[in-house]
Every structure is written in structure tokens, then in C-alpha cells.
């Protein structure tokens, strides 16, 4: 309990003053749900989500007494936003929810006691509140203690919990990464019976619960979790399919584990908030977890008793660039995963032969601005026991840097252009803007990759042989 009588000694006083206005009013009032679980962990809450039994039209002119700024996009279901003295609060009135089956809509009915309300949350450890404005522990489904086991339990059964809204399922995979906690055996059994419940959840809500899991300081928990249960197969079952490349002779690593393992080491090679890469960093997640997921389609078993997965990089590019669309990913986020999956082996090329300046050049240019993620994609990819094999791919990646470093410091090399800009080219050749330009342009960029700066007065004359012989 210290650690919560600490967090609540922390609390804005904008909470006591809302507190005493609803109290003087003759109502209720209760911070509850993830701020209560924050607080009990030791964790001064930032979010402040509040039940009330006063009812959303006297919930807003209490605020607006107290002097704050409000908002009520969710007074439908009873939510009614408050902004006071740089604390931002959301009240909703005590609720008893009903749920179609078919939906995860629920039918809004309010209710008429904290007790109530608590029941219906998702799990216990979120079925807490402190009563205000005295901070009194209200928990009557053995939370605090739920919490302090690390066990992630249901206030009704998990059958019924995950019946009346299937995310809760997902958010059970959350929270075992999140809180560090084991699902009991009840929920879990309900996971696995009901996965199939999440094919009615939008695509969305579905896509918010996978980001707040791979944002988590430790994910991987909650991935297996994922796909042991089956929820896996209505989320991500590109992740699933990787355990379909084990191979009893041992022909090749376990694909699956080692996924999870390059996971674990991008998320130790994220920076802190001055660096490259500040973790938690999505992209890099996603890339690092399901850079292999091509391999399922392509392996091949060669007559010598050698296993291929030859261009597994696009097909795995192309394969999570159709799941993140149809997890409505935003098309920022979509193209920098692409990148870094369909780059993610380019590396070994350099490890096997020395590169040119220009092969140097062209891996920059095509990392573009996801250089930075690439370099720690390709480190966190090694995951061999073998020592001596380590550190060579380790010293080649060192030196491959190293040489990014020094042409670019030569070249300018993230400003890669041309030595001529298209209105030059026009000039030069008297043409209109046009399919030749474009052509022109990429003639003299992949001669500026291939050989470095080449000058205007060279790069002119080039332009002028070139369009002569192409005429």
C-alpha cells in the first residue's frame, strides 16, 4: 500500500477540487480502472479516468462550475471530458452494459453504483477504483491482490467477460507483456475456446491492441501467448506460419524462435530520445518480428539436402504489406516496414564480397530514410551461437558503416541527386517536361551512384551523348 498512498500523494490537486464539487453536489465520485492499477504498482497516473453517479448532462455543468473546458464526443456512452489548469479528465457515469452477440457494441444502460460499474470491467487488476475525495480502495474482486501475484484474472467468469466483448481477449495478451503477468488457467482456456470470437472485432481496435503489445518494454510474452492460444490466427497468422518452417532435421534454425529473438535484440539496440532509433520504435518492431515471414512460401528442399528460401525478403515485403493494410496500418508506416524487410538480407552480399562505392551507394539510396532502422534490423538478424560467425558478421557490419560513414562525410550522400536538376535538362535538350526528362534524369542519377560527382560540364556532355545516340 505504500507504494499507492505515494502515487496518490502525487496527484494533480485539480483531481480534489472536481472531487469536492461532485461530493458537495451529492454525488459520486471515483478515479478507477488503469490509473488505480498504475497507482497500486507505484505509478503516478498521467490519465485520469473517473466514474461518477451523477449522469453526463449534470457531469458537464459540474465541470464547467469547477471552470473547465469541455468536450462530450463520448457522451453517448456517457463519457464527458473536462480540461482544468493543464489536467485533462474523462468522467463517465456508472454504466451496466449490455452486449450483442453478433457486435462488440455494447447496448449503453447506466447504473447505480461503483460496485457495479467495477464488475463490468476487463480484468480485476482493472477492477479497482479509490473513492474521492478521501482516496478510499474500493476492490471488490480481489484485485490489488491479483496484482501483486502477477495473475491477470476476470471479474465474472472469462467465458462470459470475453463473450460480451472479444478485444478483451486481446487485451489479455497485452497485459502480459505490459504488467508482466500470467493468465489464469480460466482465462486461458476461454482465450483459446473463444479466439474465433475476434473475427467480429474491427480490424482497427484490432490493430490498437498489436501496437500497444509491440510497444511494450517486453513483447515477447505476449506473442507467444498470442499464438499459443490461437488468437494469433485472427491477428497476425503470418506469425503463425513461421512455426511451419521447424524442420526435424535440423536443416536450418527455427524460424518462429528466431523471429522472436531479432525482436528482442532490435528493441536492445533502440536509442533513447536523442538518438537515430528512440524506442519504443514500431517500425522497427513490426520489421524485426516479421522480417522472415516470406520464408514459409519460399523454402525449397534442394536435392544436396539443403534448405532455400530464395527471395523470401519481397515475398515476406509484399505479405505484411497486405496484413498491415487489412489492419488499416497507415501508409507511412506500411512503406517503412516494406523497406526494411525487403533490405533486411542486402547485408550478407557485403559480408561475402567486398562492395563497390557504387553497391555502398545504392544501399543508402535505397534504405533511404529508414537507414538508421536498417543498420539495427541487420545487427539484431544475427543470431547464431556460433561465436567466431558472430563476430565477423558483426566486424563486416562495423565496417560497412564505417564506409557510409566515410562516403557520405565525401559525397553528401543523403543528398543524392544528379549533377543536373530537371530544368536543366530541359534547357539543354530543349524539350517540354515529359516521359524524357524523367528518363534523362534517372540516366545521370545512376551515373552519379555508379561514379560518384561527376560535375556539371561532364554530366552535360554526357546528357547530350546520351540523347544523341537515343535518338
Known sequence: MANLLDAVAALPPQIGEIAERFTSAGHELALVGGPVRDACLGVVPHDFDLATSARPDE????????????????????TIGGHLGGVSVEITTYRSDDYDAASRKPQVAFGDTLEGDLTRRDFTVNAMALRLPDYTLVDPHNGLAHLLARELRTPVSAHQSFDDDPLRIMRAVRFTSQLGCEVSEEVLSAMVAMAERLSIVSAERLRGELERLLLCPKPRSGLELMVYTGVADYVLPELVALQDTVDAQHRHKDVYEHSLTVLDQAIDLETDEDGPVPGPDLVLRIAALMHDCGKPRTRRFERDGTVTFHHHEI??????????????????TIKAVYTLISLHGRFHGYGEQSWTDSAVRRYVADAGDQLERLHRLTRADCTTGNRRKAQRLSHAYDDLEARIAEIAEREELAKIRPDLDGTQIMEILGIAPGREVGEAYRMLLQARMDEGPLGEEEATRRLKLWWQQRS
Open 59 to 78: 457531469t458537464e455543468r459540474l465541470l464547467r462550475e469547477c471552470g473547465a473546458n469541455t468536450w462530450d464526443m463520448g457522451r453517448a456512452f456517457g
Open 315 to 332: 515475398v515476406g515485403a509484399k505479405m505484411m504489406r497486405q496484413r498491415m493494410r487489412k489492419l488499416t496500418f497507415d501508409k507511412q
